[in-house]
C-alpha cells in the first residue's frame, strides 16, 4: 500500500511491479489529487513558457500506472494510519465517503506541503503557491486575467528566483522580497551577492533583508500590495515561495518518529526507524548528509525518485540502500546559472569543523574561444585534512553542472590536494586548460598545507 | 634547464620561479620554435575561424616569460643532452652556431611531433599538419590563396574531426579519410558509428577502412587528390590528422627510459627515472593509466600543465605528485558532443578484465525542457566487483562536460552501483530527473548482479 502518487510513492510502486508480478503483489496506490508522477520541479517553467502543455509535466498518469496492475485510487485521501493493526483509513474526497484498508507493507510518500505564512491576505485571490500542478494552473489563469503587470515573488530560493524568471519571461515586473540578506540562502551570502547583482542585471527587483508583514487587499477583494517592515510594494500577483515543510501529519498522529526538521526518519533501506513494514521516501522523509553527518530535509524530485526505486526493490524482495546525499543542488535565473554542494560555511562552523575557504574566478571554456563566459567558483576544505567540504558555483551557460564534478569527489571523501590531479574533460569549447573547478581545488590545496 | 617552451616547460618553469626567486635559483629556457605557452588546442578553432587572431592562443610570450627572470632562449635547438656530465649543447637556429651549456636540474618538455605518412606527395604544397602555430598558419595561407573548395582530412581522431570542422566552417567540401572502421577509434565502434552519422549529417563525406598510400600532385606540384587503396579524392588542400608520437629522440640518444610508446618514463613526481636531476612532462612522457595499470602516451594540454606544475614544485625545492590519467577526452564536431574517459571494450580485454558493458539513450535537460537533445552514454563495468571501468557518450549540447562525473567516479574506484546514489545537480533545465549517467549507471548495475 502507497499513501501518495507521485515521485516518491508511484516510483515505489512501480519498481515492486517491475520486482513482483500482480499474482505475487497487490500493489493499492491512493492519492489524494488528480495528478500521478509529475514533475513539481518543472512547474516554474511552465508558468513561464518555456513548457507550453501542463501534461508535459506529467510523466506517467492514472491509466498507465493502472495498465501496470497497480491499484490506483485517485482524489482519494488517507486520513489515519493504524500501524499497530496494519491498516489506513482513507476518505474519497468528492463523496466524503471513508473507509479503512489492510495493508502487509506501507510506503508513506506524502511529500511536503508549502509553507504559507500567517498573515493578514495570505489567502486573498491573486496570491499563489506553486506546489502542485493545480497550484500552476490556478496562477496561470490570474496572469491570463491580471491587466496590471507587477509581480512580487516572497522568497528567494530556488523557487522563488525560478518563479523570479517565469514572471520576466511573462513581461510582468518582477520584485522579490527576501527574509534573508543575500538571495539564495543555500549559498554563503557572498555567493548570494553574486546572485543579487546578476538578478538585478535581469531587471528584477531584489528586496533583501526585509520581512512580509502583511498583503493588502482590494475593493474586489484581490492582493494590491505586499507590505514589509518598511516598505510596500504594489502588487498585481504573488507568489510565495518561501519553501516547504515534510507533510507527516498522518506520521506523527500513528506515532512514526519524526526528525528535527519534522521529516520521517528511516534506515538506509528506507525504512522507518523501528519498523518492520513501514517505508518512506521523497519529500517527507529526512535525509542523512553525508559531510556533515547529519539528517536534513531537501525536498527534491531526484532524490523521491531515487527512495522509491530502493523501497520498490526492497518491497518487492530485493535489497537497495539510499546511502544519503551531499546537497547537491543547481538552479538558474535566465542565463544565470547557481550551484551548490556540501557545506557552506556556516554548515561547517554548526558542526563543529574548521576550514579554508577560497573564491576564484575562470571561465567555462578557453578564454580565447567564442562564448567563455565568467565563472565564480567558491571551495571550502577542512583545515589540516584538506578534505573537499563544499562548493559553490554562480556562472553562465556551462558552469552549473559543473558541480557534479564535487559532488562526486565529496561522495569519495577526497581532499582538495587529490582533486587537482583530477584528469577532466578538456577542449578549447569545453573548459579552460586548468577546469574552473581545479583553479579552487589548487588554490584550496596551497591555503590547506598553509594551514 | 628547461628544454622546450611550451605547455609542460614554461609552468614548470613559472611554478619554479613562484618557489624560488632570481638569487636563489637561475632558469634558462630553450625553444626551437618563435613561440612560448600557445594553446596548440585551440589551432583547430582558429584556423575555422571561431579564434580570430592567433595571438589570442598565446597565454605568454617569451617577454612576459624574461620579465619573470626566466633566461628564454628563443630558436636555439638542444642537439644533445649529456647527463653524465650535466650538459645540454644547443644549436642557434639562424646563425647555427652550437655551445654546451651545464645544469644543474633539467627539464625535458620536448612535445611530440606529427605523424606524417612516408609516401609519395606528403611533403607537397598543400599538405598541413596542424601541431604547431607555424603549422596553423601556413594552412590558413593556403586557404587564403586557393581557388578550390575540396579538402581531405587524413585521420579522424580528435584533430581530424575538429579540423574537419574548422572546414566546413570555412566553406569546404570536407572529406575524412580514416584507417579504422569508424571515426575516433578512442571510441568503442559502436559509439564511433554515431559519430560517423552524425558527421555525415553535418555533409562531411566520411569514407572509413581506407589506408591513404599517395598523395598525387598537380603540373604545379601543388597536392590535387587523396589516394586510398580503392578510391582517389580531389583535394585542394590535406589536413594530416594522423597523430603525434612523443618528440624523444634527445633523450634516447641519451640513454633516457622510453617505455612501449617511445615516450620518456617518470616516477610520479614527474622525475625520468633512474635519474637523481632529470625530470620530464608533457606530451613526450608516457603515464601511468589508473584505470588499466599501464602506461600511456597522451599528448593533451591539460596534463602538460598539471606536469609542469608538478615539476615545477618539486624543482622549486617542494613536493607534488602527478599520480595518473584515467583517460578522458572530450571534442566536438560543430555540435555534436564527444567524450570518453577510462577503458574502451578492447583496453579492458587487452588487460584482462571481464566486463559488463551497457549503452543507454536520454536527454540533456528534463525532456519537456527546451531543447532537451539526446544523449548516448555507453558504460563499462567489470565483471563481479562493479568497478567502473569507462563511459563513452555521444550527444549534443551538455553531453560533453558529463564525463567528468565518471572521470572523479573512476579515480575514486567506484562501483556503478555505488554511483547510482550520486547526488548529482538537477533541475529541469540542466538534467531529468535522473541524469543520463545514474540512467547508464543503474543499468550496468542490473547487469553486474545478475552476472
Known sequence: MVIGGDAAGMSAASQARRMKGPDELEIVAFERGHFTSYSACGIPYWVGGDVTERDQLIARTPEEHRARDIDLRMRTEVTEIDVGRGRVRARDVDSGAESWTSYDKLVIATGARPIRPDMPGADAPGVHGVQTLDDGQALLDTLARTRGRRAVVVGAGYIGVEMAEALINRGYEVTVVNRGKEPMSTLDPDMGRLVHEAMEGLGITMVNDAEVTKLLTGDDGRVRAVVTDDAEYPADVVVLGIGVRPETGLAKAAGLPLGNHGGLLTDLAMRVRGQRNVWAGGDCVEVLDLVSGQERHIALGTH????????????????????????????????????????????????????????????SRAGYYPDASPMTVKMLAERRTGRLLGVQIVGREGAGKRVDIAAVALTAGMTVEQMTALDLGYAPPFSPVWDPVLVAARKAAVKVRAS
Chains 1, 2 share one sequence.
Not at 317 to 326: D, H, K, L, N, R
Not at 331 to 338: H, N, R
Open 304 to 363: 523521491a525518485n531515487k527512495h522509491g526505486q530502493v523501497i520498490g526493490t526492497n518491497v518487492g524482495g530485493g535489497y537497495a540502500t539510499f546511502p544519503g546525499v551531499v546537497g547537491t543542488a543547481v538552479s538558474k535565473v535566465c542565463d544565470l546559472e547557481i550551484a551548490r554542494t556540501g557545506l557552506r560555511e556556516k554548515d561547517a562552523l554548526r558542526v563543529g569543523l574548521q576550514f579554508e575557504s577560497v573564491t576564484i574566478e575562470s571561465t
